[in-house]
Protein backbone atom coordinates (compact mmCIF):
# COMPACT_ATOMS: atom_id res chain seq x y z
CA UNK A 1 0.00 0.00 0.00
CA UNK A 2 1.29 3.52 -1.06
CA UNK A 3 2.00 5.88 1.79
CA UNK A 4 0.62 9.39 2.17
CA UNK A 5 4.01 11.11 1.06
CA UNK A 6 3.91 8.62 -1.98
CA UNK A 7 0.38 9.92 -2.91
CA UNK A 8 1.29 13.62 -2.28
CA UNK A 9 4.79 13.01 -3.93
CA UNK A 10 3.37 11.45 -7.39
CA UNK A 11 0.46 14.26 -7.36
CA UNK A 12 2.60 16.90 -7.11
CA UNK A 13 4.79 15.31 -10.00
CA UNK A 14 1.60 15.09 -12.34
CA UNK A 15 1.00 19.06 -11.64
CA UNK A 16 4.36 19.59 -12.63
CA UNK A 17 4.22 17.73 -15.82
CA UNK A 18 0.69 19.02 -16.64
CA UNK A 19 2.71 22.58 -16.55
CA UNK A 20 5.45 22.11 -18.33
CA UNK A 21 3.07 20.47 -21.09
CA UNK A 22 1.18 23.69 -20.73
CA UNK A 23 3.57 26.01 -21.02
CA UNK A 24 5.70 23.77 -23.26
CA UNK A 25 2.34 24.32 -25.77
CA UNK A 26 1.96 28.15 -25.81
CA UNK A 27 6.27 28.54 -26.66
CA UNK A 28 6.11 26.23 -29.27
CA UNK A 29 6.21 28.54 -31.48
CA UNK A 30 9.19 30.66 -29.49
CA UNK A 31 10.52 27.34 -30.39
CA UNK A 32 9.72 27.75 -34.06
CA UNK A 33 11.07 30.85 -33.88
CA UNK A 34 14.90 30.27 -33.14
CA UNK A 35 17.53 28.95 -35.16
CA UNK A 36 18.28 25.93 -32.96
CA UNK A 37 15.14 24.44 -33.33
CA UNK A 38 14.43 21.88 -36.08
CA UNK A 39 11.31 21.61 -37.73
CA UNK A 40 9.28 17.82 -37.09
CA UNK A 41 9.79 16.80 -41.03
CA UNK A 42 9.53 12.96 -40.54
CA UNK A 43 5.61 12.29 -41.04
CA UNK A 44 3.28 12.97 -44.08
CA UNK A 45 1.23 16.52 -44.46
CA UNK A 46 -1.98 16.03 -44.51
CA UNK A 47 -3.57 18.73 -46.98
CA UNK A 48 -6.87 19.32 -45.95
CA UNK A 49 -6.07 19.62 -41.65
CA UNK A 50 -2.96 22.19 -42.57
CA UNK A 51 -3.87 24.22 -45.23
CA UNK A 52 -7.75 24.79 -44.98
CA UNK A 53 -8.93 23.14 -40.95
CA UNK A 54 -5.58 24.78 -39.24
CA UNK A 55 -3.82 27.50 -41.92
CA UNK A 56 -7.12 29.24 -43.26
CA UNK A 57 -9.58 28.78 -39.82
CA UNK A 58 -6.24 31.03 -37.92
CA UNK A 59 -5.54 33.38 -40.47
CA UNK A 60 -9.29 34.31 -40.82
CA UNK A 61 -9.17 34.29 -36.83
CA UNK A 62 -6.70 36.62 -36.70
CA UNK A 63 -8.24 38.53 -39.11
CA UNK A 64 -11.57 39.12 -37.45
CA UNK A 65 -11.21 38.31 -33.43
CA UNK A 66 -7.48 38.40 -32.40
CA UNK A 67 -5.78 41.72 -33.65
CA UNK A 68 -6.05 45.14 -32.78
CA UNK A 69 -8.16 47.57 -34.82
CA UNK A 70 -5.13 49.83 -35.44
CA UNK A 71 -3.65 46.68 -36.91
CA UNK A 72 -3.27 46.80 -40.78
CA UNK A 73 -4.19 43.05 -40.83
CA UNK A 74 -8.07 43.73 -39.07
CA UNK A 75 -11.12 43.42 -40.36
CA UNK A 76 -13.01 45.55 -38.31
CA UNK A 77 -16.77 43.95 -37.86
CA UNK A 78 -18.52 45.61 -40.38
CA UNK A 79 -16.22 44.67 -43.19
CA UNK A 80 -16.28 41.22 -41.87
CA UNK A 81 -20.03 41.08 -41.85
CA UNK A 82 -20.40 42.30 -45.35
CA UNK A 83 -18.12 40.14 -46.30
CA UNK A 84 -20.38 37.39 -45.01
CA UNK A 85 -23.53 38.44 -46.42
CA UNK A 86 -21.35 39.12 -50.06
CA UNK A 87 -20.32 35.23 -50.11
CA UNK A 88 -23.86 34.36 -49.25
CA UNK A 89 -24.90 35.85 -52.32
CA UNK A 90 -21.86 34.77 -54.60
CA UNK A 91 -23.20 31.53 -53.99
CA UNK A 92 -25.90 31.89 -56.28
CA UNK A 93 -23.85 32.56 -58.99
CA UNK A 94 -21.88 29.20 -58.47
CA UNK A 95 -22.58 25.95 -60.13
CA UNK A 96 -24.35 23.58 -57.93
CA UNK A 97 -21.83 20.80 -60.33
CA UNK A 98 -18.90 22.64 -58.54
CA UNK A 99 -19.82 22.95 -55.08
CA UNK A 100 -22.35 23.14 -52.54
CA UNK A 101 -23.68 25.90 -49.98
CA UNK A 102 -21.00 28.23 -49.10
CA UNK A 103 -22.43 29.52 -44.88
CA UNK A 104 -21.40 33.07 -44.09
CA UNK A 105 -17.90 32.77 -42.58
CA UNK A 106 -18.50 35.64 -40.03
CA UNK A 107 -21.58 33.96 -38.00
CA UNK A 108 -21.10 30.53 -38.89
CA UNK A 109 -17.12 29.62 -39.32
CA UNK A 110 -17.43 28.59 -34.87
CA UNK A 111 -19.88 26.06 -35.42
CA UNK A 112 -18.89 23.12 -37.48
CA UNK A 113 -17.93 25.13 -41.09
CA UNK A 114 -16.93 22.14 -43.46
CA UNK A 115 -13.35 21.98 -44.91
CA UNK A 116 -14.85 22.52 -48.18
CA UNK A 117 -15.92 25.96 -47.03
CA UNK A 118 -12.63 26.81 -46.03
CA UNK A 119 -11.49 26.37 -49.45
CA UNK A 120 -14.07 27.83 -50.91
CA UNK A 121 -12.76 31.20 -48.77
CA UNK A 122 -8.67 30.43 -49.83
CA UNK A 123 -9.15 29.87 -53.02
CA UNK A 124 -12.35 31.44 -54.31
CA UNK A 125 -13.68 34.39 -52.17
CA UNK A 126 -10.90 35.95 -50.18
CA UNK A 127 -9.51 38.07 -52.48
CA UNK A 128 -12.11 38.97 -54.64
CA UNK A 129 -14.41 40.75 -51.69
CA UNK A 130 -11.36 41.47 -50.28
CA UNK A 131 -10.46 43.58 -52.94
CA UNK A 132 -13.74 44.96 -53.13
CA UNK A 133 -14.74 45.92 -49.93
CA UNK A 134 -10.81 47.39 -49.36
CA UNK A 135 -9.21 45.05 -47.14
CA UNK A 136 -5.88 45.65 -46.68
CA UNK A 137 -3.74 45.68 -50.20
CA UNK A 138 -0.41 44.30 -48.46
CA UNK A 139 -2.63 42.10 -46.42
CA UNK A 140 -4.14 40.72 -49.23
CA UNK A 141 -1.14 40.39 -51.55
CA UNK A 142 0.75 38.15 -48.46
CA UNK A 143 -2.26 35.97 -48.80
CA UNK A 144 -2.83 35.32 -52.05
CA UNK A 145 1.18 33.87 -52.13
CA UNK A 146 -0.64 31.33 -49.63
CA UNK A 147 -3.39 30.38 -52.27
CA UNK A 148 -0.53 30.12 -54.77
CA UNK A 149 1.79 27.73 -52.43
CA UNK A 150 -1.43 25.71 -51.73
CA UNK A 151 -2.50 25.79 -55.52
CA UNK A 152 0.46 24.81 -56.52
CA UNK A 153 0.96 22.02 -54.39
CA UNK A 154 -2.59 20.66 -54.48
CA UNK A 155 -2.01 19.80 -58.53
CA UNK A 156 -0.98 16.91 -59.75
CA UNK A 157 1.78 17.54 -62.42
CA UNK A 158 4.90 17.05 -62.23
CA UNK A 159 7.76 18.98 -61.14
CA UNK A 160 10.96 19.59 -61.24
CA UNK A 161 13.81 20.82 -59.15
CA UNK A 162 13.83 24.31 -60.48
CA UNK A 163 9.75 24.34 -59.62
CA UNK A 164 10.10 23.26 -55.92
CA UNK A 165 13.25 25.53 -55.52
CA UNK A 166 10.68 28.49 -57.06
CA UNK A 167 8.13 27.13 -54.66
CA UNK A 168 10.26 27.18 -51.75
CA UNK A 169 11.23 30.50 -52.26
CA UNK A 170 7.76 31.11 -52.19
CA UNK A 171 6.97 29.71 -49.38
CA UNK A 172 10.33 32.04 -47.85
CA UNK A 173 8.70 34.91 -49.01
CA UNK A 174 5.08 34.44 -47.60
CA UNK A 175 6.71 33.61 -44.04
CA UNK A 176 8.47 36.52 -43.80
CA UNK A 177 5.92 38.86 -45.18
CA UNK A 178 3.28 37.36 -42.67
CA UNK A 179 6.28 37.91 -39.69
CA UNK A 180 7.06 41.38 -40.44
CA UNK A 181 2.55 41.92 -41.03
CA UNK A 182 1.19 39.90 -38.34
CA UNK A 183 4.01 40.24 -35.51
CA UNK A 184 6.61 43.01 -36.24
CA UNK A 185 8.62 43.94 -33.94
CA UNK A 186 6.18 43.00 -30.93
CA UNK A 187 7.15 39.75 -28.92
CA UNK A 188 3.91 39.74 -27.28
CA UNK A 189 2.24 38.77 -30.86
CA UNK A 190 4.61 35.69 -31.25
CA UNK A 191 1.72 33.37 -30.92
CA UNK A 192 0.46 34.49 -34.29
CA UNK A 193 3.42 32.14 -35.59
CA UNK A 194 2.00 28.90 -35.07
CA UNK A 195 3.61 25.87 -36.20
CA UNK A 196 0.87 25.23 -38.83
CA UNK A 197 2.12 28.32 -40.49
CA UNK A 198 5.60 27.45 -40.19
CA UNK A 199 5.22 23.97 -41.69
CA UNK A 200 4.58 25.36 -44.55
CA UNK A 201 8.11 25.07 -45.39
CA UNK A 202 8.48 21.28 -45.31
CA UNK A 203 5.81 21.46 -48.38
CA UNK A 204 8.35 21.30 -51.53
CA UNK A 205 10.63 18.58 -49.34
CA UNK A 206 7.38 16.65 -49.50
CA UNK A 207 6.72 17.10 -52.85
CA UNK A 208 10.03 15.58 -53.56
CA UNK A 209 9.47 12.88 -51.52
CA UNK A 210 5.55 11.57 -52.69
CA UNK A 211 5.68 13.50 -56.01
CA UNK A 212 2.64 15.57 -54.85
CA UNK A 213 1.02 16.79 -51.39
CA UNK A 214 -1.13 13.52 -50.37
CA UNK A 215 -3.84 12.38 -48.01
CA UNK A 216 -2.12 11.96 -44.64
CA UNK A 217 -3.37 8.60 -42.80
CA UNK A 218 -5.15 10.48 -40.33
CA UNK A 219 -7.46 11.88 -42.69
CA UNK A 220 -7.98 8.46 -43.93
CA UNK A 221 -8.93 7.35 -41.19
CA UNK A 222 -11.14 10.49 -39.69
CA UNK A 223 -12.90 10.11 -43.35
CA UNK A 224 -14.00 6.26 -43.07
CA UNK A 225 -14.52 6.73 -39.03
CA UNK A 226 -16.96 9.44 -39.90
CA UNK A 227 -18.63 8.05 -42.79
CA UNK A 228 -19.43 4.63 -41.05
CA UNK A 229 -20.62 6.50 -37.77
CA UNK A 230 -23.45 7.92 -39.62
CA UNK A 231 -24.54 4.91 -40.99
CA UNK A 232 -24.39 3.21 -37.17
CA UNK A 233 -28.49 2.65 -35.91
CA UNK A 234 -27.79 0.65 -33.21
CA UNK A 235 -27.26 2.02 -29.34
CA UNK A 236 -27.67 -1.54 -27.99
CA UNK A 237 -24.93 -3.10 -29.85
CA UNK A 238 -22.98 -0.12 -32.36
CA UNK A 239 -19.96 -2.34 -32.77
CA UNK A 240 -21.70 -5.39 -33.96
CA UNK A 241 -23.66 -2.68 -36.40
CA UNK A 242 -20.38 -1.62 -37.62
CA UNK A 243 -19.38 -5.34 -38.09
CA UNK A 244 -22.44 -5.64 -40.14
CA UNK A 245 -21.77 -2.41 -42.29
CA UNK A 246 -17.97 -3.15 -43.29
CA UNK A 247 -18.83 -6.99 -43.98
CA UNK A 248 -21.93 -5.73 -46.42
CA UNK A 249 -19.76 -3.12 -47.95
CA UNK A 250 -16.60 -5.63 -48.49
CA UNK A 251 -19.19 -8.36 -50.07
CA UNK A 252 -20.79 -5.94 -52.20
CA UNK A 253 -17.66 -5.32 -53.41
CA UNK A 254 -16.36 -8.82 -54.60
CA UNK A 255 -19.82 -9.10 -56.21
CA UNK A 256 -19.47 -6.66 -58.30
CA UNK A 257 -16.13 -7.91 -58.95
CA UNK A 258 -17.81 -11.21 -60.17
CA UNK A 259 -20.80 -9.67 -61.56
CA UNK A 260 -20.60 -6.36 -62.66
CA UNK A 261 -23.82 -5.86 -64.18
CA UNK A 262 -24.52 -6.08 -60.09
CA UNK A 263 -22.60 -2.48 -59.35
CA UNK A 264 -24.65 0.12 -58.42
CA UNK A 265 -22.06 2.65 -56.79
CA UNK A 266 -22.88 5.08 -59.19
CA UNK A 267 -26.20 6.07 -60.76
CA UNK A 268 -26.57 6.17 -64.25
CA UNK A 269 -27.72 9.16 -65.60
CA UNK A 270 -30.49 9.71 -68.52
CA UNK A 271 -27.78 10.32 -71.44
CA UNK A 272 -28.20 13.51 -72.95
CA UNK A 273 -27.28 14.79 -76.46
CA UNK A 274 -24.68 17.49 -76.83
CA UNK A 275 -27.55 20.00 -76.98
CA UNK A 276 -30.69 19.83 -75.73
CA UNK A 277 -33.88 21.48 -73.86
CA UNK A 278 -35.56 22.84 -77.33
CA UNK A 279 -36.62 26.35 -76.72
CA UNK A 280 -39.23 27.20 -79.40
CA UNK A 281 -38.34 29.75 -81.71
CA UNK A 282 -41.74 31.42 -82.10
CA UNK A 283 -43.60 33.55 -85.17
CA UNK A 284 -43.38 36.82 -83.68
CA UNK A 285 -39.62 36.47 -82.69
CA UNK A 286 -39.20 35.28 -86.71
CA UNK A 287 -41.19 38.21 -88.22
CA UNK A 288 -40.14 41.21 -86.32
CA UNK A 289 -36.86 42.87 -84.69
CA UNK A 290 -36.77 40.61 -81.71
CA UNK A 291 -33.78 39.41 -79.69
CA UNK A 292 -33.37 35.98 -81.78
CA UNK A 293 -33.28 38.80 -84.86
CA UNK A 294 -30.17 40.03 -82.53
CA UNK A 295 -28.72 36.25 -82.41
CA UNK A 296 -29.39 35.77 -85.65
CA UNK A 297 -27.68 38.29 -87.43
CA UNK A 298 -24.46 37.55 -85.18
CA UNK A 299 -24.80 34.00 -86.38
CA UNK A 300 -24.89 34.99 -90.22
CA UNK A 301 -21.58 37.15 -89.65
CA UNK A 302 -20.00 34.53 -88.57
CA UNK A 303 -21.06 32.57 -91.74
CA UNK A 304 -19.98 34.93 -93.25
CA UNK A 305 -23.59 34.60 -95.60
CA UNK A 306 -26.33 37.63 -95.75
CA UNK A 307 -28.71 38.35 -93.01
CA UNK A 308 -31.82 35.56 -93.75
CA UNK A 309 -34.78 35.29 -91.39
CA UNK A 310 -36.07 32.11 -93.44
CA UNK A 311 -33.06 29.57 -92.10
CA UNK A 312 -34.42 27.01 -90.01
CA UNK A 313 -32.00 27.17 -86.86
CA UNK A 314 -33.04 25.23 -83.73
CA UNK A 315 -32.69 27.08 -80.31
CA UNK A 316 -31.45 24.83 -77.03
CA UNK A 317 -31.28 25.85 -73.69
CA UNK A 318 -28.56 23.48 -72.51
CA UNK A 319 -25.48 22.28 -73.74
CA UNK A 320 -23.41 19.48 -72.49
CA UNK A 321 -19.47 19.74 -71.70
CA UNK A 322 -16.47 17.41 -71.68
CA UNK A 323 -16.94 15.30 -68.52
CA UNK A 324 -20.78 15.16 -68.09
CA UNK A 325 -21.78 18.49 -66.74
CA UNK A 326 -24.19 20.57 -68.51
CA UNK A 327 -24.02 24.68 -69.30
CA UNK A 328 -26.97 26.20 -69.00
CA UNK A 329 -27.95 29.60 -70.38
CA UNK A 330 -29.77 32.63 -69.66
CA UNK A 331 -32.84 31.96 -71.75
CA UNK A 332 -33.02 28.62 -69.85
CA UNK A 333 -32.91 29.69 -66.39
CA UNK A 334 -35.75 32.68 -67.06
CA UNK A 335 -37.72 29.62 -68.55
CA UNK A 336 -37.70 27.79 -65.06
CA UNK A 337 -37.00 28.49 -61.01
CA UNK A 338 -33.81 27.72 -61.00
CA UNK A 339 -31.16 28.73 -57.26
CA UNK A 340 -27.87 28.46 -58.68
CA UNK A 341 -26.80 29.58 -61.92
CA UNK A 342 -24.56 27.29 -64.32
CA UNK A 343 -24.29 30.04 -67.64
CA UNK A 344 -21.08 31.10 -67.08
CA UNK A 345 -17.97 29.26 -68.71
CA UNK A 346 -14.53 29.70 -70.02
CA UNK A 347 -13.46 28.47 -73.29
CA UNK A 348 -10.34 28.54 -75.77
CA UNK A 349 -10.84 30.41 -79.00
CA UNK A 350 -7.48 30.29 -81.77
CA UNK A 351 -5.33 29.78 -78.05
CA UNK A 352 -6.99 32.52 -76.35
CA UNK A 353 -8.56 32.15 -73.25
CA UNK A 354 -11.68 34.11 -72.61
CA UNK A 355 -15.27 33.80 -70.23
CA UNK A 356 -18.65 34.40 -71.31
CA UNK A 357 -22.23 34.62 -69.65
CA UNK A 358 -24.25 32.02 -72.23
CA UNK A 359 -27.29 33.61 -74.05
CA UNK A 360 -28.90 30.73 -75.95
CA UNK A 361 -27.40 27.45 -78.22
CA UNK A 362 -28.61 27.72 -81.76
CA UNK A 363 -27.53 24.27 -84.31
CA UNK A 364 -28.93 24.18 -87.73
CA UNK A 365 -29.91 20.68 -88.90
CA UNK A 366 -28.30 18.78 -91.55
CA UNK A 367 -24.89 20.60 -90.54
CA UNK A 368 -22.18 19.82 -87.71
CA UNK A 369 -22.60 23.16 -86.28
CA UNK A 370 -23.75 24.25 -83.13
CA UNK A 371 -23.08 27.46 -81.35
CA UNK A 372 -23.31 29.56 -77.30
CA UNK A 373 -24.88 32.79 -78.36
CA UNK A 374 -22.81 34.74 -75.19
CA UNK A 375 -21.94 38.36 -73.36
CA UNK A 376 -17.92 38.15 -73.36
CA UNK A 377 -15.77 39.60 -70.57
CA UNK A 378 -13.51 42.61 -71.56
CA UNK A 379 -12.01 45.11 -69.97
CA UNK A 380 -9.73 41.94 -68.78
CA UNK A 381 -7.73 42.60 -65.45
CA UNK A 382 -6.06 39.91 -63.67
CA UNK A 383 -5.73 40.51 -59.51
CA UNK A 384 -3.15 38.27 -57.70
CA UNK A 385 -3.46 35.88 -60.91
CA UNK A 386 -6.99 35.99 -60.50
CA UNK A 387 -8.64 37.04 -63.87
CA UNK A 388 -11.76 39.80 -63.58
CA UNK A 389 -13.45 42.47 -65.92
CA UNK A 390 -16.74 43.68 -67.18
CA UNK A 391 -19.41 42.15 -69.38
CA UNK A 392 -19.41 43.38 -72.88
CA UNK A 393 -23.20 44.78 -73.98
CA UNK A 394 -22.31 42.97 -77.47
CA UNK A 395 -22.83 39.26 -78.19
CA UNK A 396 -20.23 36.82 -79.39
CA UNK A 397 -20.77 33.78 -81.89
CA UNK A 398 -18.60 31.16 -80.01
CA UNK A 399 -19.12 27.33 -81.51
CA UNK A 400 -19.64 25.02 -78.34
CA UNK A 401 -16.06 22.78 -79.25
CA UNK A 402 -14.36 25.47 -77.75
CA UNK A 403 -16.24 25.71 -74.20
CA UNK A 404 -13.63 24.11 -71.40
CA UNK A 405 -15.49 24.01 -68.42
CA UNK A 406 -17.92 25.64 -65.93
CA UNK A 407 -17.39 28.86 -63.88
CA UNK A 408 -18.61 30.87 -61.02
CA UNK A 409 -18.66 34.73 -60.69
CA UNK A 410 -18.57 36.89 -57.83
CA UNK A 411 -20.19 40.55 -59.37
CA UNK A 412 -18.36 43.16 -57.30
CA UNK A 413 -19.06 47.03 -57.99
CA UNK A 414 -15.22 47.76 -59.92
CA UNK A 415 -14.83 44.18 -61.57
CA UNK A 416 -16.95 40.45 -62.28
CA UNK A 417 -14.03 37.94 -60.78
CA UNK A 418 -14.01 34.48 -62.02
CA UNK A 419 -14.08 31.44 -60.02
CA UNK A 420 -12.47 28.45 -61.36
CA UNK A 421 -12.68 25.13 -59.65
CA UNK A 422 -9.90 24.49 -57.99
CA UNK A 423 -8.17 20.94 -58.09
CA UNK A 424 -8.70 20.59 -53.97
CA UNK A 425 -12.28 19.43 -54.71
CA UNK A 426 -11.22 16.77 -57.04
CA UNK A 427 -9.33 15.14 -54.33
CA UNK A 428 -12.80 15.00 -52.06
CA UNK A 429 -15.47 12.63 -52.33
CA UNK A 430 -18.65 14.19 -53.64
CA UNK A 431 -20.63 14.00 -50.69
CA UNK A 432 -17.63 15.86 -48.51
CA UNK A 433 -17.88 18.89 -50.20
CA UNK A 434 -21.75 18.79 -50.15
CA UNK A 435 -22.53 17.74 -53.50
CA UNK A 436 -25.06 14.88 -54.43
CA UNK A 437 -26.81 14.05 -57.82
CA UNK A 438 -26.89 16.87 -59.87
CA UNK A 439 -30.97 17.65 -60.45
CA UNK A 440 -32.28 19.59 -63.36
CA UNK A 441 -34.12 22.27 -61.24
CA UNK A 442 -36.34 23.84 -63.50
CA UNK A 443 -38.44 20.63 -64.63
CA UNK A 444 -38.22 20.37 -67.88
Not at 114 to 136: D, S
Amino acid sequence: METIEELESARTEKEHQKIAYSSGISHFSICAASPAFSHPSFFPLDPFHLFYENCMAFIWELWVKKSDTNEIIHMDSDMASQFGEEVEKAVKTLPLSICELICNPYTKCSSQYKVYEWMALLHWYIIPLGWELGFNRRVLANFAKFVDIVETAMSHSPKSNEDLAQLYDLVVSFLNEYEDLYVGDDPAKVSRCRLCIWQLIHVPMHIEWNGSIRFGSQATVERAIGEIGHKVRSKKAPFANIATILFERANNKVLALLYPSLDISSQIRKKREHLYQPITIKNEEIEGPSEYWEHLAAICDDLQIDFDSSLKFKRWGKCVLPGGTTLKSRISEKAGQVSRSSKYFEAIKQGELLFGEALAFYSLPGYNYSVVICHPLEQINVIFKRWCGQWSNSIMVLETSNITKLVGIVKGKQYVHMLRKHVGLGLLKAEEYGLEDEIEEDGN
